[in-house]
């Protein structure tokens, strides 16, 4: 009775383990299979037990003749023998899969009986693959934000170093000059500088925790504080700008510093890609729609949407310009998103291009 209720017991583990248990002789003959092996081989006991366990192998052992299985089969337990080892299997439909095998030896009326027991890896080397995939993007985001940085930072030490200048020419050109131009001049530098710092501030942010801090801001007054930005390069190239900031609601939640490098950088833009046009004018205009959304435009009479970019446009390193980085619309896209948002290029009707972002609005 205690013989039977032992074997009942032994039989009732070996049925219940959530890892597959695969007995052989010496020769290599299997001789019992659990149901966790027969679910993670695909086959049924009966096309198993009594066959060659090379069936469970992948090539080239599988092909190879008897002798040359046993000799593996021996050289490799006596080896892994109370330890276990990474190798692969392989199902019925012929896929394989990785496995780690553990081997306990032991003696039933004289003869040698090997007992294998077998855990799927597969999930394992998934995880271990999909981890190494999110590092290696981990490694290429902080690469192209370290291009970004410098692309986003360029801007604003561009226009203080402008503002500088502009202060430098007015003291040396005047014998008496007038103090409050050249103070506005200097605020404007500090105020780029500022700019700057607040730039790396959100990427910092950005790096340690994934997002950055938002506050409720009249989206009209971030747009024109923007536009003013690039005010003196419109000049420069000669560009009439319109702002029309007719949207009555605008409140949205947003970290304004970004939102304002999303506008710069689209206005910029829009100026470059005028610069062999006859007619250069450019808009930037808000308005509310489908009633909880606000959309900002920026409008430019250039050359148009490429038809070889218009695709990838805002994919990381496309660039319209001969010099560009090709990473001012990606940034800008990435945190449109971040504020779920959208942001869309199509031609204008009348030559050029249209930028637009839309955000949510918030609730008062």
Partial sequence: ?????DATFLAAVVNGALDGIVSIDESGCVLSINPAATRLFGYTPEEVIGKNVKMLMPEPYRSQH?????????????????????????????????????????RNNGDR???????????????????????????????????????????????AAAYQSAARRILDKQDFFNKKEVCQALDNA????????????????????????????????????????????AKEYDVNTTVRLDAESDLVQI???????????????????????????????TQVVEGDKIRTDVIDTGLGLPEFLRE????????????????????????IKEHRGQLTAVSNPEGGAIFSFVLPLAEP
């Avoid at 027991?117 to 993007?137: G, I, K, P, T, Y």
């Avoid at 990381?316 to 990435?334: N, W």
């Fill in 190 to 233: 500090t105020e780029q500088v500022f700019r700057a710092s607040q730039i790396m501030d959100n990427l910092r942010q950005f790096i340690s925790r994934g997002e950055t801090e938002k506050s409720l801001q009249h989206l009209n007054e971030v747009v024109r504080t923007a536009c003013e930005f690039t005010d003196s390069a």
């Fill in 312 to 335: 990838k446009l805002f994919e990381p390193f496309a660039s319209t310009k001969p010099h560009g980085l090709g990473v001012g619309l990606s940034i800008s896209r990435s945190i």
């Fill in 113 to 159: 009986i090997y007992v294998g027991f077998v855990h799927d890896l597969s999930e394992r080397r998934l995880f271990e693959a999909r981890m190494q995939e999110l590092q290696a993007n981990r490694l290429n985001l902080i690469e192209n934000m370290t291009v970004g940085l410098a692309h986003e930072l360029k801007q604003p030490l561009a226009a």
């Fill in 255 to 285: 970290n304004a510093i970004q939102i304002q490098q999303v506008v710069v950088n689209l206005k910029r833009n829009a100026i470059e890609a005028m610069h062999d046009s006859e007619k250069r004018e450019l808009i930037v205009s």
């Fill in 1 to 5: 009775m205690a013989i039977d209720r």
């Fill in 66 to 106: 008897d002798n040359f299985v046993r000799d593996y089969l021996e050289s490799a337990i006596e080896k892994i023998i109370g330890s276990g080892r990474q190798v692969e299997g392989q199902r019925k439909d012929g896929t394989a899969f990785p496995m780690e095998l553990g081997i306990a030896a032991v």
